[in-house]
């Protein structure tokens, strides 16, 4: 079992310069912010908070789907899964 994380230009510098992550943890989104947490210790910082929840910038979405309206950390990832990661941008 495995899902595909994808990753912006602004994050992949702290995955490796990786744009496309294979994670191994299927289930929940809390599962694959865990292995994150395990394998990339820097883009963990940038999206996860130290309680391993999701930071309140970053968006989240399973499949096109925001993991916020499907329950968050518990929200179902299925195998197979692509989850893309999108910090929020603000500017003027």
Do not use: Q
């Not at 702290?14 to 883009?43: K, N």
């Not at 930071?55 to 989850?83: H, M, Q, S, T, W």
């Amino acid at each position: 079992m495995s899902v595909t994380v994808i990753l912006p230009s602004a994050l992949r510098a702290e995955a490796g310069d990786e744009g496309r992550l294979t994670v191994a943890a299927a289930g929940t989104v809390g599962a694959v912010l865990a292995e994150i947490a395990e394998r990339w210790p820097r883009l963990a910082r940038r999206i996860i908070t130290e309680r391993g929840e999701l930071r309140r910038f970053v968006n989240l979405y399973v499949d096109g789907d925001d993991c916020r309206a499907l329950g968050r950390e518990e929200a179902k990832v299925p195998d197979g899964a692509e989850i893309m990661i999108l910090p929020s941008v603000a500017g003027g």
